[in-house]
């Protein structure tokens, strides 16, 4: 059996390369070591260690897709500013780490002259996360990049100022498989099918799908296997149907996708973070809203709207979800003036155990 020394000696390409190798010489020498950190303006924040070492970084948008040619440049600022040392957070955003403070002003100008903007430390709106929508998914009920451009470029200031009671991430999921954070974002974008799938030609079925893998693949057993015309194939039983696409995934032969009908519910209220309160969950605010690209009216107008009240209505620092939950829900509605319907209430079998079960209702 080989030793330990001889495993850690070992050269293999099976799995990514140890994280140690890419950590910037200040933050490997002060690992475990930091003191504090501060946010000096927006965009900009510089960490502390123990020992008084310190590190800045720069926070940049990025596109979310994009070309060899914006990677080259981000990679070419980072030589120039920052020894090569850069990231890319888990919303997307672009920091350059930097050892040297008198670096962050030239940067800056330079990420300026090339139209990207600074901001996303704090109070403010990060970079949103988001999936591949109609460029690459194949069950995708609405764009991703594309609605996402058109969200930020409403929401911009919000991202270089830091003017928000609290951080406010979002997210953008192109279908309930929910590729994206949308479960626990402060507002998530949700791209939804409103119409089980069809069944192009059991033929075509038989030829090209599983047929065994196609109903497993259903978390609802709405997906059946049947006979027709003495062979075998499968059913759907729509009124199980909760049009999330699996099938289509393992069976092309079984399209979900609609664009007549296909839209966009937006949801609110998640979080992540511990502080202050629970993480939380996203609850349902606007159950569906039209694709209308390539600008979605419809979809930047709410979520400006809900940003717009949670800014003139939050504490300081209180996330949107704790702000909804302290003044109600019902109140919630009423501010934003989003219609209540029956959508809004919960009917998962399980949901009766997280029902109020008193007549307490605070309006």
Same mark, same amino acid.
């Given at each position: 059996?080989?030793?330990?020394?001889?495993? #850690?000696?070992?050269?293999?390409?099976?799995?990514?390369?140890?994280?140690?190798?890419?950590?910037?010489?200040? &933050?490997?020498?002060?690992?475990?070591?930091?003191?504090?950190?501060?946010?000096?303006?927006?965009?900009?924040?510089?960490?502390?260690?123990?020992?008084?070492?310190?590190?800045?970084?720069?926070?940049?948008?990025?596109?979310?897709?994009?070309?060899? +040619?914006?990677?080259?440049?981000?990679?070419?600022?980072?030589?120039?500013?920052?020894?090569?040392?850069?990231?890319?957070?888990?919303?997307?955003?672009?920091?350059?780490?930097?050892?040297?403070?008198?670096?962050?002003?030239?940067?800056?100008?330079?990420?300026?002259?090339? +139209?990207?903007?600074?901001?996303? &430390?704090?109070?403010?709106?990060?970079?949103?996360?988001?999936?591949?929508?109609?460029?690459?998914?194949?069950?995708?009920?609405?764009?991703?990049?594309?609605?996402?451009?058109?969200?930020?470029?409403?929401?911009?200031?919000?991202?270089?100022?830091?003017?928000?009671?609290?951080?406010?991430?979002?997210?953008?999921? =192109?279908? &309930?498989?929910?590729?994206?954070?949308?479960?626990?974002?402060?507002?998530?974008?949700?791209?939804?099918?409103?119409?089980?799938?069809?069944?192009?030609?059991?033929?075509?079925?038989?030829?090209?799908?599983?047929?065994?893998?196609?109903?497993?693949?259903?978390?609802?057993?709405?997906?059946?296997?049947?006979?027709?015309?003495?062979?075998?194939?499968?059913?759907? +039983?729509?009124?199980?149907?909760?049009? =999330?696409?699996? =099938?289509?995934?393992?069976?092309?032969?079984?399209?979900?996708?609609?664009?007549?009908?296909?839209?966009?519910?937006?949801?609110?209220?998640?979080?992540?973070?511990?502080?202050?309160?629970?993480?939380?969950?996203?609850?349902?605010?606007?159950?569906?809203?039209?694709?209308?690209?390539?600008?979605?009216?419809?979809?930047?107008?709410?979520? #400006?709207?809900?940003?717009?009240?949670?800014?003139?209505?939050?504490?300081?620092?209180?996330?949107?979800?704790?702000?909804?939950?302290?003044?109600?829900?019902?109140?919630?509605? +009423?501010?934003?003036?989003?219609?209540?319907?029956?959508?809004?209430?919960?009917?998962?079998?399980?949901?009766?155990?997280?029902?109020?079960?008193?007549?307490? &209702?605070?309006?």
């Amino acid at each position: 059996m080989a030793t330990k020394e001889e495993i #850690k000696a070992r050269k293999t390409d099976i799995g990514p390369p140890h994280y140690e190798r890419f950590l910037h010489p200040i &933050i490997k020498e002060n690992y475990g070591k930091w003191k504090y950190h501060e946010i000096l303006k927006p965009g900009v924040m510089v960490h502390v260690s123990e020992d008084e070492a310190k590190i800045w970084t720069v926070r940049a948008a990025s596109p979310r897709l994009i070309s060899t +040619d914006f990677i080259r440049m981000i990679c070419e600022l980072a030589d120039k500013y920052c020894d090569g040392y850069l990231r890319f957070t888990s919303r997307n955003n672009i920091e350059f780490l930097l050892a040297d403070e008198a670096n962050i002003d030239p940067l800056i100008a330079d990420l300026g002259a090339a +139209d990207i903007p600074v901001g996303g &430390i704090g109070k403010s709106i990060s970079n949103i996360v988001h999936t591949q929508g109609w460029v690459h998914c194949h069950s995708a009920a609405t764009d991703a990049s594309g609605l996402v451009k058109a969200v930020m470029d409403e929401l911009i200031d919000h991202f270089t100022k830091m003017d928000m009671p609290a951080k406010l991430r979002i997210a953008l999921a =192109c279908c &309930i498989n929910m590729c994206g954070a949308v479960h626990c974002s402060d507002i998530a974008i949700l791209g939804l099918h409103r119409t089980p799938p069809k069944i192009e030609s059991h033929d075509r079925l038989r030829n090209i799908c599983e047929i065994p893998s196609t109903v497993a693949s259903c978390p609802n057993a709405a997906i059946r296997p049947a006979f027709i015309d003495g062979k075998k194939t499968v059913e759907v +039983d729509e009124d199980r149907c909760m049009y =999330c696409g699996n =099938c289509f995934t393992v069976c092309p032969a079984m399209p979900i996708a609609d664009p007549l009908n296909d839209g966009v519910s937006i949801w609110v209220g998640g979080k992540v973070s511990n502080a202050r309160s629970a993480p939380k969950f996203t609850k349902l605010a606007i159950p569906y809203l039209p694709n209308n690209p390539p600008r979605w009216p419809e979809v930047t107008d709410a979520i #400006k709207n809900i940003v717009g009240i949670y800014i003139k209505g939050a504490r300081n620092y209180e996330r949107l979800g704790e702000w909804a939950e302290r003044i109600g829900w019902p109140k919630f509605f +009423d501010l934003t003036g989003i219609k209540f319907t029956k959508y809004h209430i919960d009917d998962f079998k399980y949901a009766g155990t997280t029902y109020r079960r008193t007549t307490q &209702i605070r309006g």
